[in-house]
């Protein structure tokens, strides 16, 4: 067919940005375009991979590197409320990030018009958590790309999205919702009346995107999907197993101590890694182990000083071609590391902090595949000895392998380039 035009959107982090670069690596080699339309300070990030993108203003004017710092220094504000339960972060995390999220589609209708004019998409796929009524009105084909946890598309049997609450603890369920309802309503007032500026219907309480009526995409892996009390259309939504893009290949470098040991990757993502007294804490009891360890500490290597000998830290690891090398993860609970554990058939030590985090870190020890632990409320006993569980336990390391086969065998950018493309047969 001849080559066409797919415009991905996806919000100013790394785990949305990241998935959608391997979806736009697989619409590439089916022979199209991809373009990214991006946060002014992310358009760095899809040049560093080869492609063309087009910023679009999220806030006010401001010099792209201070764009590019706006979310770290916004979750570094909110370390002291890492501490809290899900429930407890609504009243400040939550609610600080849903009206910078509110104000960052206001602004981008200002801008998303004139960039969509320009680029002529035949097909628009956002991975965001908020509707950007421009591209929804554009006339062409848009996709919902789910790149956090499956339960961002509600349901009343299953949890609801940043709960952290248990798939059937349905007293947890109602709690959540219920507070976060009643805290968020001036927020969602707000967006509704900006809705209605720009000829758009009015969300139920506590919604703030909608389904596409064309496709939707959840990066989510079957093997660890909910128990759904409306079960989704495969028509209109379609697991992609995770969406694993192609990094440059690594090597891990000798270590002075342990060379022979398990090895352990630890990440807390690129907003997570300002968590330094938690990633000292860590490396702290990793010294004292049989383990070798590859720490991501972001931008903050100079808080890191006369390191244990299995210790490795960098300020930035190709993870795709780490994961597969190592023996078990300590991580955040992002959607990235998520499943790319999952595809790689590794188990993990989840520590959430905010967002999708919470869920996913139940979710994976509620269905076997490694642990949730507290963020700071452990003992280097307790640590130790969950790594070598994850290590040593006959019935995890099956039921990994199992879901990285299932998952290797679907090729979720592969599948996602092909129905996208159907889109515009």
Not at 16 to 29: C, D, M, R, T, Y
Not at 197 to 208: M, R
Not at 214 to 226: D, G, H, I, S, T
Not at 380 to 399: P, Q, V, Y
């Amino acid at each position: 067919m001849p080559q066409k035009t797919f415009a991905f959107f996806p919000e100013a982090a790394f785990g949305p940005a990241l998935n959608s670069v391997g979806i736009a690596q697989a619409v590439e080699a089916l022979g199209h375009r991809a373009v990214f339309l991006s946060d002014p300070g992310f358009v760095p990030v899809y040049e560093g991979y080869g492609f063309e993108a087009h910023p679009v203003a999220l806030s006010e004017p401001m010099p792209p590197e201070q764009m590019a710092k706006f979310w770290e220094d916004f979750i570094n504000g909110h370390i002291p409320n890492f501490r809290k339960s899900p429930y407890d972060q609504i009243d400040n995390y939550v609610k600080d990030c849903w009206t910078a999220i509110v104000d960052s589609a206001k602004w981008a209708q200002k801008d998303l018009p004139g960039v969509l004019a320009k680029v002529k998409p035949d097909v628009i796929a956002v991975d965001n958590v908020i509707l950007f009524p421009a591209i929804k009105q554009h006339g062409v084909p848009w996709v919902r790309v789910i790149s956090c946890s499956e339960n961002e598309i509600e349901d009343e049997g299953i949890p609801p999205h940043l709960s952290g609450c248990g798939e059937k603890d349905h007293a947890c369920h109602q709690a959540f919702r219920d507070r976060f309802n009643t805290v968020i309503k001036p927020i969602h007032d707000d967006f509704n009346a900006f809705l209605a500026s720009c000829g758009e219907d009015a969300y139920p309480i506590g919604q703030f995107f909608e389904a596409s009526p064309f496709l939707n995409l959840l990066l989510y892996p079957e093997p660890v999907k909910f128990d759904r009390q409306h079960p989704l259309d495969p028509a209109r939504f379609q697991y992609l197993e995770g969406c694993v893009r192609k990094e440059a290949p690594y090597e891990v470098p000798t270590f002075a101590k342990n060379n022979d040991g398990p090895l352990v990757y630890v990440s807390f993502g690129s907003l997570g890694a300002g968590d330094t007294d938690l990633l000292k804490r860590i490396i702290a009891a990793l010294g004292n182990s049989r383990f070798r360890a590859l720490v991501n500490i972001g931008d903050y290597g100079s808080e890191y000083r006369d390191l244990p000998g299995n210790v490795h830290v960098s300020n930035w690891f190709p993870q795709p071609s780490v994961i597969p090398q190592v023996d078990v993860a300590i991580h955040h609970g992002g959607n990235n590391s998520f499943t790319e554990c999952l595809y790689f058939g590794k188990p993990a030590i989840i520590m959430p902090y905010v967002w999708d985090g919470h869920d996913n870190a139940t979710r994976v020890q509620e269905t076997g595949h490694g642990f949730k632990m507290p963020r700071y409320d452990w003992t280097e006993a307790e640590l130790l000895a969950k790594l070598e569980t994850c290590i040593s336990d006959k019935g995890m390391a099956a039921k990994l392998a199992a879901t990285s086969a299932h998952m290797q065998g679907q090729d979720g950018p592969a599948k996602a380039a092909k129905l996208l493309e159907a889109l515009v047969r």
